[in-house]
């Protein structure tokens, strides 16, 4: 979850916006808000745009991922959907950015998927407050 609280005393606008994702997408409503209350320009941040994935395309990254001595990630394929979960949390959705690199919609954080010599995805780098990798264990 996410929040934001802004007052601005000379112009008298308060902002409270709570946000049920981590994402900060409660921030740039906020902003918006704001500028449009205090008569003032905004240009939104460009949304990122998934690619298309297909089924064999995903499938080569599904597996388990060593993140720490007691903790997995768990990648799944449905289709050409993608999802990442960090047990005991709920799985989130992984989506295309370029070729082996995905991000969450839900989260300021990514995924970098790393091939070997022959092609198979061997590991993965958790972006989220620094940079995490993961060993591929199945």
């Given at each position: 979850?996410h ?6 005393p000379k112009?008298?606008i ?20 704001y ?24 499938a ?5 991922y ?5 903790q997995?990630?768990?990648v ?15 799985p989130?959705g992984?989506?295309?950015e370029?070729?082996d ?13 790393h091939?070997?010599a022959?092609g ?19």
């Amino acid at each position: 979850h996410h929040a934001f609280l802004g007052f601005d005393p000379k112009k008298k606008i308060g902002i409270l916006v709570l946000a049920s994702t981590a994402a900060l997408v409660g921030d740039e409503v906020a902003v918006a808000v704001y500028s449009d209350l205090a008569g003032e320009p905004y240009t939104p941040r460009p949304l990122k745009t998934a690619l298309f994935l297909g089924s064999a395309q995903a499938a080569a990254y599904a597996g388990r991922y060593r993140l720490a001595p007691t903790q997995e990630l768990i990648v799944k394929a449905d289709g050409g959907r993608l999802t990442l979960q960090v047990p005991p949390q709920q799985p989130v959705g992984l989506y295309l950015e370029a070729e082996d690199r995905f991000f969450f919609r839900v989260v300021e954080a990514g995924v970098t998927f790393h091939r070997g010599a022959g092609g198979r995805v061997e590991r993965l780098t958790l972006h989220q407050n620094g940079d995490h990798p993961a060993p591929r264990i199945e």
